[in-house]
């Protein structure tokens, strides 16, 4: 390949950011694709000199690399049988469900693994042909965790990274591939791995540990052994957008316009406030948090009502407040007489309290019932 078409900066992922479109004229071209990825790296290889390398969306001859939305793209061919065994078959039936909990039982089979490894390997020769000397590999997500080994050996002059974008399960799950010691050694091929959550890298370091049995300080994996031995990192980094870019298109009039509109066709602004007591405001004391009220059609954050500084009635009194002190002292939700606990709270309102509901009591201690609004006894 002439050095022209060699990169410095590298990016591999399953499909490329386009997709292939027909006009009605029959003429052929290119949308940029949807998705997190191609937002993330947009950013990325803006103004940098840089390919990216991936499959066209289509089975059969990969089109020749073109230059589409000011990035180089560079198609791999695969075939349909392939894209049902490497992508249908072993991605998304064999890895995905045991990535995520097992959700859905993982199928094994083992024509699906023999694609899986050959469609990597492919990618690792296309990788190498098109990046330059010390050039700067990117590989991405689950369809491709073999590439690292496999560019490794054909070019071991590259920096090579990799990021998953989905999680990364626990040991105990993970143990369930029978090739989970050729998945783990070919991310190793890598230099860094990034996750999107710590919990997530810290999963991969364990499952090194306990199943090939490698030497794990902090972040790092000692690979390899001897003269060859390399320190792998593989951190939690969670993958970002370009917030700025963001912010300035939601500003622009014809964003703003189109707010307006969905908001016009929405529910009654006064209605759509939600509240959650995951999200927590500082008491005005320092002390402690109190749940707040998100309105998310007129955009406004309300915390719930602060407590007055008088008295609340004590809890094991008896009485039933008044509706003053009801005002003074009510938790956050509102409940229906046959109301369920607070854990399930019926659809909250910043309109006043429909006729029939009443305003739970903050007791030190849960209420005698929940169809009453006395505490219990202390």
């Known amino acids: 390949m002439p050095v022209d078409d060699r990169f410095e900066l590298v990016i591999a992922a399953n499909r490329l950011p386009v997709d292939r479109v027909v006009a009605p004229d029959g003429s052929v ?3 940029r694709s949807p998705g997190g990825l191609v937002t993330a790296m947009e950013s990325v290889m803006a103004g940098r000199d840089g390919v990216w390398v991936g499959w ?34 072993f991605s998304n039936d064999t890895l995905w469900p045991i990535y ?17 490894r050959e469609v990597n390997e492919r990618f690792a020769q296309v990788l190498a042909e098109v990046a330059a000397d ?7 997500d689950y369809q491709l965790q073999l590439v690292p080994a496999f560019l490794r050996q054909l070019r071991p002059d590259v920096r090579i990274g990799w990021f ?11 143990a369930q591939l029978p090739w989970r010691a050729a998945i783990l050694e070919g991310l190793l091929g890598a230099d860094f791995l990034g996750f999107q959550r710590r919990t997530d890298a810290g999963n991969f370091r364990r499952a090194c540990r306990q199943l090939l049995g490698m030497t794990v300080r902090g972040d790092t994996v000692t ?13 939690g980094v969670p993958i970002s957008t370009d917030f700025k870019a963001m912010d300035r298109l939601a500003r622009t009039p014809e964003v703003r316009e189109r707010a307006k509109e969905i908001r016009a066709s929405s529910v009654t602004p006064s209605t759509c406030c939600s509240a959650s007591t995951g999200s927590t405001t500082p008491r005005a004391s320092g002390t402690g948090s109190r749940p707040t009220r998100s309105c998310w059609l007129t955009g406004r954050s309300t915390a719930a009502r602060p407590r007055s500084s008088r008295s609340r009635p004590r809890a094991g009194s008896g009485s039933t407040p008044t509706s003053s ?16 606990p607070p854990s399930a709270p019926p659809p909250w309102s910043t309109s006043t309290a429909p006729t029939g509901e009443r305003r739970w009591p903050r007791c030190s201690s849960p209420p005698t019932s929940w169809s009453s609004p006395r505490c219990a006894t202390a």
């Open 56 to 89: 066209a969306g289509e089975p059969g001859e990969a089109p020749e690399p073109f230059d589409e939305a000011g990035m180089r793209l560079h198609p791999i061919a695969l075939s349909a049988e392939e894209i049902e065994g490497y992508y249908e078959g």
């Open 164 to 174: 998953n974008h989905i999680p990364f399960p626990p040991v105990e799950l993970f």
């Open 325 to 340: 002190s009801r005002s003074r002292s009510r938790a956050p939700w509102v409940a229906s007489t046959a109301s369920t």
């Open 29 to 31: 071209g290119w949308h």
């Open 223 to 235: 690979a390899d052994s001897g003269p060859d031995a390399r320190l792998v990192r593989a951190a």
């Open 134 to 140: 010390g050039a700067t590999v990117w590989v991405h």
């Open 100 to 116: 995520h909990d097992v959700i859905v039982p993982a199928q094994f089979h083992r024509e699906w693994w023999h694609a899986y």
